[in-house]
């Protein structure tokens, strides 16, 4: 969620795009390993 809502901050032009984006882009393996796990059941 916090990623999220600092790419949504970010987005609406009150935070760091970069850092956000970023974040955004480490979150995504994360994500995959849930959708694998949540397929394997």
């Keep these: 969620?916090?990623?999220?809502?600092?790419?949504?901050?970010a987005l609406a032009g009150h935070g760091d795009l970069e850092f956000?984006?970023?974040q955004l882009e480490l979150a995504e393996d994360f994500i995959r390993?849930?959708?694998?796990i949540i397929r394997n059941e």
């Design 1 to 9: 969620m916090s990623t999220l809502g600092n790419l949504d901050v």
């Design 20 to 22: 956000a984006t970023r």
């Design 33 to 36: 390993q849930i959708d694998l």
